[in-house]
């Protein structure tokens, strides 16, 4: 069983920055691809990020390109998500999840465990 731990989240002005965390259990963590997920208040879990396993391939959504940066830590079995310039529309929970197989990065069907959320408020 694998379980997923996020943190850092927190209330930001719009502009500032926040990191998020997530930290994995077990053994095989630097095998696997790792992605960051969103969710809005009444809107549907959104891609913002993927890295995988090695940290050389990076994925983002449109929407926070040039803003947010995905790495990781294999040492640590900790994936990371810096979040610059942030906007109110970034408000969320952020969530982060392992990759089935480095492929459907995009997709929730492409993840089979996830965390249990961390909250990100960016106000105006």
């Known amino acids: 069983q694998v379980q997923l731990v996020e943190s850092g989240g927190g209330l930001v002005q719009a502009g500032g920055s926040l990191r998020l965390s997530c930290a994995a259990s077990?053994?095989?963590?630097?095998?696997?691809?790792m992605g960051w997920f969103r969710q809005a208040p009444g809107k549907e879990r959104e891609f913002v990020a993927a890295l995988s396993s090695s940290g050389y391939r990076q994925y983002y959504a449109d929407s926070v390109k040039g803003r947010f940066t995905i790495s990781r830590d294999n040492a640590k079995n900790t994936v990371y998500l810096q979040m610059n310039s942030l906007e109110p529309e970034d408000t969320a929970v952020y969530y982060c999840?392992?990759?089935?197989?480095?492929?459907?990065?995009?997709?929730?069907?492409?993840?089979?465990?996830w965390g249990q959320g961390t909250q990100v408020t960016v106000s105006s």
């Open positions: 077990g053994r095989t963590f630097s095998a696997y691809a």
């Open positions: 999840a392992r990759n089935i197989g480095h492929s459907n990065y995009e997709s929730l069907s492409g993840y089979d465990y």
